[in-house]
């Protein structure tokens, strides 16, 4: 897939419309549904948290938003966005899609916030001085797993909410 094709989608501004309409324009359905059910995860997490739920939202909802490109096509695509590709990306070019989302979201859907896009480039792995918003996207993405079956870490993360932000991530 030619990562220029992208650019023909016009988003209206109304980010759960947006990206349903660019999700399914490239049949990813199944990742359409998730990054709502993150979006609504990281809502209910920051207003908890007194984080800016609206943020929480537009950044889970963005924040896997590169699924449209395969994973054997991820660092090309990175390479011709002019993303830094760390040794850890080539080798395992999932984690990438991180920073490709946060170009789309940002290229794309015009997303300036630097907090929603800061958080969506680290929603997989985090960074040292992840901020409360960061931490956010990365529970709510852990909560709403998106692969088969259950996630064993998922009882403690919530435990772990009943305390802290920083809890719920290092379980």
């Known amino acids: 897939m030619l990562y220029n094709d992208i650019y023909s989608f016009t988003p209206t501004g109304k980010i759960e419309n947006d990206i349903k309409a660019f999700l399914l324009k490239y049949n990813k359905e199944f990742t359409y549904k998730h990054s709502i059910r993150v979006a609504n995860e990281a809502r209910k997490i920051a207003k908890i948290f007194y984080e800016d739920e609206e943020k929480a939202a537009i950044a889970g909802c963005l924040h896997d938003i ?12 990175a390479e011709e966005f002019g993303i830094e590709i760390l040794q850890e990306e080539r080798e395992f070019p999932m984690i990438i899609h991180q920073k490709l989302s946060r170009v789309i979201a940002k290229e794309v859907f015009k997303v300036e916030d630097k907090e929603v896009l800061n958080a969506i480039c680290c929603h997989t792995t985090l960074h040292k001085h992840a901020t409360k918003m960061d931490l956010v996207l990365f529970i709510a ?28 991530t290092f379980v």
């Open 66 to 77: 590169s699924a449209i490109f395969p994973n054997e096509e991820r660092i090309a695509v």
């Open 141 to 168: 993405d852990k909560l709403e797993w998106d692969q088969i079956g259950t996630p064993s870490y998922l009882i403690e993360v919530k435990k772990g909410l009943e305390k802290s932000l920083e809890h719920a």
